[in-house]
């Protein structure tokens, strides 16, 4: 029987996929967004995610989840804005409500162990007064709690992404996974897939440009035949002139000054390098270029820069879609972490 967890602000899944690859199973899941729920929904079998507002969730609801003690886990990323104000130092600041519903759910449900991912900033925001508050508080709760900023490229995600990860566990302290020797670059994880122009870039899907070229393409594709939400945008010949004259890996800022000076921020205008991973993927890459093509990557190369597999298919508008990809936790930074919880969990009898 594979060992249950629940999955709380779990967006399109991101985070319970790495999970389950690593042999968890995911029996409850909860988001506010609609559409990310659907998607979630859309790619199990199981239709476990609910949107629902977890302050609507009572006590009894939650104890209830757990009335066979099967829950081992509780998983999830809830946001703590309140903690942003410079001077903050009340940890009960009504925005951060997210943040002491997450608390709840754990306290009453008791798992084996939790995890936590957030920005990396929170590590010294507010002079690490949001760290030292989860260590205390779920410390109080009988979990050791370990906490360190990771980068996604080092766990096999072709991505600089940084983000900070608490895992507390009960009666010992959660040892993070060693990294990785091999990188994957931005090229190795999205040659593959065909190359567009506006005659056929909004097709609803795609084949394969070539056979798979690498590992990290193998098992991204799987089974798969067809491609979807591999979609462009559709950029103004004026935007597509500019992006053209930006080198691989080279900013606007490799250009004459006419083309940058009206731009006063450095992410203006940047082309992925295909020789390394690419910068974190956000919720929408509007200044962020295709490696070798003149526009924003499409949803499903964002996907692979996130290791969301081929088969994982990503519903609502393209905007909805670049959203729901951005928020993600990378499911392969997800399965690391999981596949060491997974090894430092108490043997069963």
Same mark, same amino acid.
């Given at each position: ?6 999955? +709380? ?88 409500? +997210? ?64 983000r900070v990860f608490f895992v507390g566990m009960k009666n010992h302290k959660y040892q993070f996974p060693n990294k990785l020797e091999k990188v994957i670059t931005s090229k190795e994880a999205i040659s ?17 440009a070539t056979d798979p070229q690498n590992d990290y393409q193998k098992k991204m594709r799987g089974k798969q035949t067809v491609v979807k939400n591999h979609q462009i945008t559709v950029h103004t010949q ?71 597999p081929d088969w994982y298919e990503f519903l609502g508008t393209k905007t909805d879609q670049y959203k729901e990809i951005g928020n993600a936790v990378p499911p392969m930074l997800a399965y690391h972490i ?12």
């Amino acid at each position: 029987m594979k060992k249950k967890i629940i999955d +709380l602000f779990c967006g399109c899944g991101g985070l319970s996929l790495g999970f389950e690859m690593a042999g968890f199973e995911v029996s409850y899941a909860i988001d506010m967004w609609q559409k990310a729920v659907e998607t979630y929904n859309h790619n199990h079998e199981e239709k476990v995610a609910e949107c629902v507002d977890i302050h609507s969730l009572t006590d009894e609801q939650i104890s209830a989840l757990n009335q066979n003690n099967e829950i081992v886990g509780v998983i999830g990323g809830p946001p703590c804005q309140g903690f942003s104000k410079v001077g903050t130092r009340d940890v009960n600041d009504s925005r951060n409500h +997210l943040y002491l519903e997450y608390y709840r759910v754990v306290k009453l449900v008791r798992p084996e162990f939790f995890v936590i991912e957030n920005v990396s900033g929170l590590l010294t925001l507010s002079k690490g007064l949001f760290r030292d508050d989860i260590v205390t508080r779920f410390g109080e709760l009988g979990y050791e709690v370990s906490f360190k900023e990771v980068v996604a490229s080092d766990y096999g995600v072709p991505q600089n992404r940084h983000r900070v990860f608490f895992v507390g566990m009960k009666n010992h302290k959660y040892q993070f996974p060693n990294k990785l020797e091999k990188v994957i670059t931005s090229k190795e994880a999205i040659s593959d897939l065909m190359p567009l122009t506006v005659d056929d870039g909004m097709d609803d899907e795609h084949g394969y440009a070539t056979d798979p070229q690498n590992d990290y393409q193998k098992k991204m594709r799987g089974k798969q035949t067809v491609v979807k939400n591999h979609q462009i945008t559709v950029h103004t010949q004026q935007t597509i002139d500019i992006i053209s004259m930006v080198p691989d890996g080279g900013t606007i800022y490799d250009l004459p000054d006419e083309y940058w000076n009206v731009r006063k921020y450095r992410k203006g205008f940047e082309r992925m390098p295909s020789f390394k991973p690419c910068h974190t993927v956000d919720t929408g890459h509007r200044n962020y270029f295709h490696y070798s093509e003149n526009r924003i990557p499409t949803a499903r190369e964002n996907a692979r820069l996130q290791s969301f597999p081929d088969w994982y298919e990503f519903l609502g508008t393209k905007t909805d879609q670049y959203k729901e990809i951005g928020n993600a936790v990378p499911p392969m930074l997800a399965y690391h972490i999981a596949i060491a919880i997974m090894e430092q969990l108490p043997k069963e009898d």
